[in-house]
């Protein structure tokens, strides 16, 4: 509360903005294809960071009653939520919201979201709980990736020894995926990096992190189903 703060200065300026729509290529739609033929209509969906999540979302518009319980989302999912197929009816927890603990994106999307009733935010502990998450119908968690190995083993942190990034909430959807009723982890990426042309599945993984299982994997060229 307010009255715990002993000062407070009032800033008003535009918050920052970013564009992954801007970012996706053809390949990205393609991913975002193979992806949208796993998704049932009334799935629950987790998207993660980036162009391919956005191509995702792009790729459903024909699907019906989805629901979004996910830890962060962009302007991808402004798109779907005009088409109709949002309606987030069939969760089991807070039915009729999109729920999230923050975004990024555009002003169009900051906007949108602005006194708007649909959306409901949360603190991140309680949103990537896993016990919350399986409790939604068709869990669908769509991240990416640096790299997988042939086990189906994910690095999403490092390249060798240099820290790329965090994973956030990806484990903790991945895991809440796989608990739900009907639901789908799923990781997407790229079969090649644009620097050096190599492979991201790879026969056994090099990089020095954490990492974790996914049952389905995705490039551009299939589907595996682990």
């Not at 629901?67 to 999912?77: A, Q, R, V, Y």
């Not at 994106?105 to 409901?120: Q, R, V």
Request: with cysteine.
């Amino acid at each position: 509360h307010i009255s715990k703060f002993h000062a407070a200065i009032h800033v008003d300026e535009p918050l920052p903005e970013v564009d992954y729509g801007g970012k996706i290529t053809d390949i990205e739609r393609q991913i975002g294809n193979h992806c949208a033929s796993l998704i049932e209509d009334r799935s629950t969906l987790q998207m993660g960071i980036g162009a391919i999540p956005d191509a995702v979302l792009d790729s459903l518009k024909q699907h019906k009653d989805l629901g979004i319980h996910t830890e962060m989302f962009s302007n991808g999912i402004l798109g779907l939520l005009r088409s109709g197929a949002i309606t987030n009816k069939y969760k089991k927890k807070h039915p009729g919201k999109i729920v999230s603990a923050f975004v990024t994106g555009t002003k169009e999307l900051y906007d949108a979201i602005d006194d708007n009733p649909e959306f409901s935010f949360h603190e991140a502990a309680y949103v990537n709980d896993t016990a919350v998450i399986r409790k939604n119908p068709k869990v669908i968690s769509i991240n990416s990736c640096i790299e997988m190995d042939l086990t189906g083993q994910v690095c999403a942190d490092s390249i060798a020894s240099y820290q790329y990034s965090g994973v956030g909430g990806q484990m903790d959807f991945m895991r809440g995926a796989s608990l739900s009723e009907g639901g789908k982890p799923i990781m997407a990426m790229n079969s090649a990096t644009r620097r050096d042309f190599q492979n991201s599945p790879f026969p056994q993984r090099r990089s020095w992190s954490s990492h974790h299982t996914s049952s389905y994997a995705i490039c551009s060229h299939r589907i595996w189903n682990g």
